[in-house]
Protein backbone atom coordinates (compact mmCIF):
# COMPACT_ATOMS: atom_id res chain seq x y z
CA UNK A 1 0.00 0.00 0.00
CA UNK A 2 1.36 3.06 -0.89
CA UNK A 3 1.97 6.07 1.55
CA UNK A 4 -1.03 8.18 2.39
CA UNK A 5 -0.92 11.67 1.90
CA UNK A 6 -3.76 14.64 1.74
CA UNK A 7 -4.10 14.27 -1.88
CA UNK A 8 -4.19 10.40 -2.19
CA UNK A 9 -7.94 11.13 -3.00
CA UNK A 10 -7.37 12.39 -6.22
CA UNK A 11 -6.38 8.82 -7.32
CA UNK A 12 -9.96 6.93 -6.51
CA UNK A 13 -13.50 7.53 -7.05
CA UNK A 14 -14.74 10.80 -5.35
CA UNK A 15 -18.85 11.76 -5.17
CA UNK A 16 -20.98 14.24 -4.58
CA UNK A 17 -17.69 16.78 -5.56
CA UNK A 18 -18.45 19.66 -8.65
CA UNK A 19 -16.82 17.86 -11.73
CA UNK A 20 -17.91 21.18 -13.79
CA UNK A 21 -15.88 23.92 -12.62
CA UNK A 22 -15.08 26.31 -15.46
CA UNK A 23 -11.66 26.80 -14.76
CA UNK A 24 -10.09 24.25 -12.65
CA UNK A 25 -6.89 26.18 -12.74
CA UNK A 26 -8.65 28.94 -10.72
CA UNK A 27 -10.09 26.13 -7.83
CA UNK A 28 -6.40 24.99 -7.57
CA UNK A 29 -4.95 28.53 -7.09
CA UNK A 30 -8.08 29.01 -4.31
CA UNK A 31 -7.05 25.59 -2.79
CA UNK A 32 -3.53 26.52 -2.65
CA UNK A 33 -4.33 29.79 -0.96
CA UNK A 34 -5.98 28.00 1.73
CA UNK A 35 -3.49 25.89 2.35
CA UNK A 36 -1.59 28.65 3.43
CA UNK A 37 -4.47 29.96 5.75
CA UNK A 38 -4.22 29.44 9.81
CA UNK A 39 -5.96 26.34 10.72
CA UNK A 40 -9.57 27.09 11.78
CA UNK A 41 -9.30 24.36 14.62
CA UNK A 42 -6.26 23.11 16.44
CA UNK A 43 -5.01 19.67 17.09
CA UNK A 44 -5.07 19.53 20.79
CA UNK A 45 -8.71 20.45 21.20
CA UNK A 46 -9.55 17.35 18.83
CA UNK A 47 -7.44 15.21 20.92
CA UNK A 48 -9.97 16.23 23.92
CA UNK A 49 -12.87 15.77 21.99
CA UNK A 50 -11.39 12.31 21.13
CA UNK A 51 -11.31 11.83 25.20
CA UNK A 52 -14.59 13.21 25.43
CA UNK A 53 -16.49 10.89 22.90
CA UNK A 54 -14.33 8.21 25.21
CA UNK A 55 -16.07 8.58 28.06
CA UNK A 56 -19.32 8.93 25.68
CA UNK A 57 -18.60 5.30 24.71
CA UNK A 58 -17.90 4.38 28.14
CA UNK A 59 -21.56 5.52 29.12
CA UNK A 60 -19.69 8.28 31.35
CA UNK A 61 -20.52 10.95 29.39
CA UNK A 62 -24.00 11.98 26.97
CA UNK A 63 -23.06 13.52 23.31
CA UNK A 64 -24.92 16.01 21.86
CA UNK A 65 -24.49 17.18 18.27
CA UNK A 66 -26.83 20.15 16.72
CA UNK A 67 -27.32 22.78 14.51
CA UNK A 68 -28.46 23.38 10.96
CA UNK A 69 -28.81 20.80 7.72
CA UNK A 70 -26.74 23.21 6.04
CA UNK A 71 -25.31 26.59 6.54
CA UNK A 72 -25.73 29.21 4.28
CA UNK A 73 -24.32 32.78 3.70
CA UNK A 74 -27.67 34.99 3.75
CA UNK A 75 -28.33 33.43 7.67
CA UNK A 76 -24.94 34.16 8.99
CA UNK A 77 -25.90 36.58 11.55
CA UNK A 78 -24.53 36.58 15.18
CA UNK A 79 -28.19 36.66 16.67
CA UNK A 80 -28.66 33.21 14.68
CA UNK A 81 -24.97 31.84 16.15
CA UNK A 82 -26.30 33.60 19.54
CA UNK A 83 -29.59 31.27 19.44
CA UNK A 84 -28.47 28.01 18.45
CA UNK A 85 -25.59 28.33 21.36
CA UNK A 86 -27.98 29.46 23.80
CA UNK A 87 -31.01 26.41 22.78
CA UNK A 88 -27.55 23.70 22.96
CA UNK A 89 -26.95 25.13 26.09
CA UNK A 90 -30.46 24.55 27.41
CA UNK A 91 -30.54 21.10 26.19
CA UNK A 92 -27.25 20.11 27.89
CA UNK A 93 -28.35 21.91 31.26
CA UNK A 94 -31.82 19.54 31.16
CA UNK A 95 -29.31 16.16 30.41
CA UNK A 96 -26.79 16.89 32.67
CA UNK A 97 -29.31 17.31 35.82
CA UNK A 98 -31.54 14.29 34.72
CA UNK A 99 -28.92 12.33 33.86
CA UNK A 100 -26.05 13.41 36.10
CA UNK A 101 -23.77 13.33 33.57
CA UNK A 102 -21.73 16.02 31.65
CA UNK A 103 -22.40 16.73 28.02
CA UNK A 104 -19.88 16.61 25.21
CA UNK A 105 -21.53 19.85 23.13
CA UNK A 106 -20.75 19.35 19.06
CA UNK A 107 -22.37 21.69 16.75
CA UNK A 108 -23.10 21.35 12.77
CA UNK A 109 -21.55 24.95 12.41
CA UNK A 110 -18.66 26.65 11.40
CA UNK A 111 -18.25 24.46 7.73
CA UNK A 112 -21.62 22.86 7.64
CA UNK A 113 -22.11 24.21 3.93
CA UNK A 114 -21.92 21.28 1.16
CA UNK A 115 -24.05 18.19 1.33
CA UNK A 116 -24.54 15.35 -0.96
CA UNK A 117 -27.57 15.39 -3.60
CA UNK A 118 -29.92 12.73 -4.59
CA UNK A 119 -29.49 13.82 -8.06
CA UNK A 120 -27.08 16.06 -9.68
CA UNK A 121 -29.89 18.21 -11.82
CA UNK A 122 -33.10 19.13 -10.72
CA UNK A 123 -35.92 20.61 -13.01
CA UNK A 124 -38.49 23.39 -12.41
CA UNK A 125 -41.07 24.35 -15.50
CA UNK A 126 -39.45 22.51 -17.79
CA UNK A 127 -36.00 24.12 -16.63
CA UNK A 128 -33.29 21.92 -15.64
CA UNK A 129 -30.32 23.15 -13.46
CA UNK A 130 -27.32 21.32 -11.25
CA UNK A 131 -28.89 21.24 -8.00
CA UNK A 132 -28.43 23.20 -5.45
CA UNK A 133 -24.98 21.78 -3.32
CA UNK A 134 -25.16 24.65 -0.97
CA UNK A 135 -23.31 27.98 -0.62
CA UNK A 136 -19.62 26.79 -0.80
CA UNK A 137 -19.88 26.23 -4.36
CA UNK A 138 -23.21 28.06 -5.94
CA UNK A 139 -25.82 30.19 -5.24
CA UNK A 140 -29.23 29.39 -4.14
CA UNK A 141 -31.01 31.36 -7.20
CA UNK A 142 -32.29 28.73 -9.65
CA UNK A 143 -30.62 30.46 -12.24
CA UNK A 144 -28.11 29.47 -14.91
CA UNK A 145 -25.48 32.05 -13.49
CA UNK A 146 -26.11 31.16 -9.72
CA UNK A 147 -25.47 27.21 -10.48
CA UNK A 148 -21.98 27.63 -11.92
CA UNK A 149 -19.24 26.75 -9.44
CA UNK A 150 -17.23 29.33 -8.41
CA UNK A 151 -13.99 28.72 -5.89
CA UNK A 152 -14.11 32.35 -4.63
CA UNK A 153 -16.93 30.35 -1.85
CA UNK A 154 -14.48 28.27 -0.54
CA UNK A 155 -13.06 31.51 0.68
CA UNK A 156 -15.82 33.09 1.65
CA UNK A 157 -16.81 29.77 3.57
CA UNK A 158 -13.45 29.97 5.70
CA UNK A 159 -13.91 33.04 6.51
CA UNK A 160 -17.32 32.90 7.05
CA UNK A 161 -16.17 29.74 9.60
CA UNK A 162 -13.73 31.66 10.99
CA UNK A 163 -15.27 34.37 12.41
CA UNK A 164 -18.34 31.53 13.59
CA UNK A 165 -15.57 30.07 15.32
CA UNK A 166 -14.28 32.94 17.19
CA UNK A 167 -17.65 34.24 18.16
CA UNK A 168 -18.12 30.61 19.43
CA UNK A 169 -15.07 30.28 21.30
CA UNK A 170 -16.36 33.99 23.21
CA UNK A 171 -19.56 32.75 23.89
CA UNK A 172 -18.65 29.37 25.18
CA UNK A 173 -15.60 30.79 27.43
CA UNK A 174 -16.19 34.58 27.48
CA UNK A 175 -19.18 34.30 30.21
CA UNK A 176 -22.02 33.69 28.66
CA UNK A 177 -21.88 30.35 28.81
CA UNK A 178 -21.49 31.25 33.17
CA UNK A 179 -24.39 29.00 34.87
CA UNK A 180 -25.26 31.84 36.43
CA UNK A 181 -27.02 33.30 33.30
CA UNK A 182 -29.42 29.76 32.89
CA UNK A 183 -32.26 32.20 33.44
CA UNK A 184 -30.93 34.68 30.36
CA UNK A 185 -30.66 31.22 28.38
CA UNK A 186 -34.74 31.48 27.39
CA UNK A 187 -35.66 32.41 23.60
CA UNK A 188 -38.50 34.74 23.58
CA UNK A 189 -40.11 32.39 20.74
CA UNK A 190 -41.24 29.73 23.49
CA UNK A 191 -43.47 32.45 25.39
CA UNK A 192 -44.92 31.06 28.13
CA UNK A 193 -45.40 27.50 26.79
CA UNK A 194 -45.52 24.81 29.29
CA UNK A 195 -42.16 23.93 28.46
CA UNK A 196 -40.47 27.05 29.28
CA UNK A 197 -42.24 26.56 32.48
CA UNK A 198 -40.50 23.36 33.45
CA UNK A 199 -37.53 24.86 32.42
CA UNK A 200 -37.62 28.17 34.84
CA UNK A 201 -38.37 25.64 37.44
CA UNK A 202 -35.53 23.80 36.55
CA UNK A 203 -33.29 26.74 36.34
CA UNK A 204 -34.47 27.84 39.85
CA UNK A 205 -33.18 24.67 41.19
CA UNK A 206 -29.83 24.86 39.82
CA UNK A 207 -29.90 28.29 40.89
CA UNK A 208 -30.11 27.40 44.66
CA UNK A 209 -28.21 24.68 44.63
CA UNK A 210 -25.32 27.51 43.29
CA UNK A 211 -26.26 29.24 46.15
CA UNK A 212 -25.42 26.56 48.67
CA UNK A 213 -22.13 25.50 46.59
CA UNK A 214 -21.59 29.82 46.96
CA UNK A 215 -22.00 29.47 50.81
CA UNK A 216 -19.67 26.64 50.94
CA UNK A 217 -16.96 28.75 48.92
CA UNK A 218 -17.71 26.53 45.21
CA UNK A 219 -17.85 29.70 42.54
CA UNK A 220 -17.40 30.16 39.00
CA UNK A 221 -14.25 31.61 39.97
CA UNK A 222 -13.03 29.16 42.06
CA UNK A 223 -14.31 26.37 39.73
CA UNK A 224 -13.99 27.12 35.85
CA UNK A 225 -15.99 24.46 34.78
CA UNK A 226 -19.01 26.45 36.28
CA UNK A 227 -17.87 29.80 34.06
CA UNK A 228 -17.02 28.12 30.94
CA UNK A 229 -17.87 24.96 28.23
CA UNK A 230 -15.96 23.55 25.86
CA UNK A 231 -18.21 23.60 22.24
CA UNK A 232 -16.90 21.64 19.35
CA UNK A 233 -17.62 21.87 15.55
CA UNK A 234 -18.36 19.28 12.99
CA UNK A 235 -19.40 18.92 9.35
CA UNK A 236 -19.50 16.25 6.57
CA UNK A 237 -15.87 16.27 4.68
CA UNK A 238 -17.56 16.44 1.33
CA UNK A 239 -15.01 18.72 -0.47
CA UNK A 240 -12.20 16.69 -0.11
CA UNK A 241 -10.13 19.26 -2.11
CA UNK A 242 -10.84 22.08 0.32
CA UNK A 243 -10.34 19.37 3.49
CA UNK A 244 -7.03 18.56 1.77
CA UNK A 245 -6.11 22.27 1.93
CA UNK A 246 -7.25 22.21 5.53
CA UNK A 247 -5.29 19.47 6.40
CA UNK A 248 -1.99 19.70 8.24
CA UNK A 249 0.82 18.63 10.48
CA UNK A 250 0.78 18.95 13.99
CA UNK A 251 3.78 19.97 15.13
CA UNK A 252 3.69 18.19 18.73
CA UNK A 253 3.11 15.08 16.86
CA UNK A 254 4.02 15.23 13.70
CA UNK A 255 0.56 13.43 12.70
CA UNK A 256 -1.94 14.74 10.31
CA UNK A 257 -4.89 16.58 11.39
CA UNK A 258 -8.00 18.05 9.25
CA UNK A 259 -7.89 21.43 10.93
CA UNK A 260 -11.88 22.62 9.65
CA UNK A 261 -13.48 21.55 11.73
CA UNK A 262 -13.10 19.26 15.37
CA UNK A 263 -15.01 16.65 14.01
CA UNK A 264 -15.28 15.34 10.44
CA UNK A 265 -17.65 12.82 9.14
CA UNK A 266 -18.76 10.91 5.69
CA UNK A 267 -22.29 10.30 5.69
CA UNK A 268 -24.07 6.96 4.26
CA UNK A 269 -25.30 8.72 1.41
CA UNK A 270 -22.06 10.38 0.16
CA UNK A 271 -20.64 6.51 1.28
CA UNK A 272 -23.79 5.01 -0.99
CA UNK A 273 -24.46 2.80 1.95
Known amino acids: MSKWTPASWREKPAKHIPEDYPDTDHLADVEKTLSGYPPLVFAGEARRL ?3 LGDVALGNAFLMQGGDCAESFREFHPDNLRDMFRVMMQMAVVLTYGGGKPVVKVGRIAGQFAKPRSSPTETRDGVT ?5 VDNIYGMDFTPE ?3 PDPERLLKAYGQSASTLNLLRAFSTGGYA ?3 NIHKWTLGFVGNSEQ ?7 CDKISDAMDFMQAC ?5 ST ?3 ASTEYYTSHEGLLLGYEQAMTRIDSTTGRWYDTSAHLLWIGNRTRQL
Request: no cysteine.
Open 196 to 202: TKKYQAL
Open 178 to 180: NLR
Open 129 to 133: LPSYR
Open 50 to 52: TER
Open 217 to 221: GVTPE
Open 146 to 148: ARI
Open 224 to 226: PQM
